[in-house]
């Protein structure tokens, strides 16, 4: 390609044209559109910072981890789960349906390496990637590193004088290395609520802090899943009439929760989910442990001290540890630039469902805070669209 050949002479033995697009992210987001081209007969190139596929999923997640939703709400598309596995697969078996999907369709990403900018050229109409050692040139750039690439770090007064340990739950992987502690737990969606769930069973106390307003819905309703019910509810009936029969139900099974210190939100769990991306929490079992004061809830902590915490209602407790239960963000913001496309948060400006498709060839995966099914819905749209371009494109060269 022209683009190239302007470069300085250091950089054109690793100016590296891709004919097709070039995909930013190897998790379920970035197999997908790779697996959805392949359909398509177009070729691409995925990019991949760390040394595996779905490395989130491998990294940065505790052992006892399962799918919340059952597996047909997770699958990527072309290829579903294994008929064996059970219905809410475990992290491995997760991991094993991404690695064999990648074999499946000869996704081979490059790894380590990490994008430091994306950027396009109004000159050459070619998008440039440059990763620590490469620069990649293609006419094409599908974004999918999704919502959760970097874990947030909440900024808590004075967790530098605390003398134990700090941790996210991004580098949390079992109680075990919590036995007996008296743990704090920063946070309550379902992060903080699983990391809680599995201090209790391993002799830990957790005190969890309760900052905001939460959804906690029972995973599942008469033995089907209530995410299941509640696609099912909205083919028939509106959104907030869908969110009252979730609530009634939720209130039925597991009782008032305000009574427990998780106050709900006034919005509906999902109408909340949809307009903010803030997920309900299903419950796995933390109730019943916070009904029999095993994980005891907190509010907002005021300032943490060297051996504990004071918190806002007056009460200052010791603790061996702290957990941060705080959540993940988009990174997109620090490595693409020249675009005014996307939020500082790192999402899409134009919302679900026409987020998927930018501007200049650019096109994202994985943004929509609907989950899996969000992300296999994005990326056969991408692969049709780009498809189309370069079959014109490779028409014209041959006429």
Known sequence: MDSCKDHQQEWESKCLPVQGPIIVGAGPSGLA?????TQQGVPSVVLERSNCVASLWQHRTYDRLKLHLPKK???LPLLGFPKDFPKYPTKQEFICYMESYAAHFSIRPRFNQAVQTAE???????????????EYISRWLIVATGENAEPVI???PGIDKFH???????AYKSGSEFKNQKVLVVGCGNSGMEVSLDLCRHNATPHMVVRNTVHVLPREMFGFSTFGIAMALRRWFSLRLVDKFLLLMANLTLGNTDQLGLRRPKTGPIELKNVTGKTPVLDLGALSQIKSG???VMKGVKEITRNGAKFMDGQEKQFDSIILATGYKSNVPTWLKGCDCFTEDGMPKTPFPNGWKVENGLYTVGFTRRGLLGTASDAVKIARDVAEQWRTIKNSKTS
């Open 164 to 170: 134990g340990p700090v941790v996210h739950t991004s």
């Open 33 to 37: 559109a790779a697996a959805c081209l």
């Open 73 to 75: 709400f997770c699958q």
């Open 294 to 296: 095993k994980i005891k």
């Open 120 to 134: 396009f050229d109004s000159g050459s109409g070619f998008w440039r990637v440059k990763t620590q050692d490469s």
């Open 154 to 156: 909440s900024d808590v």
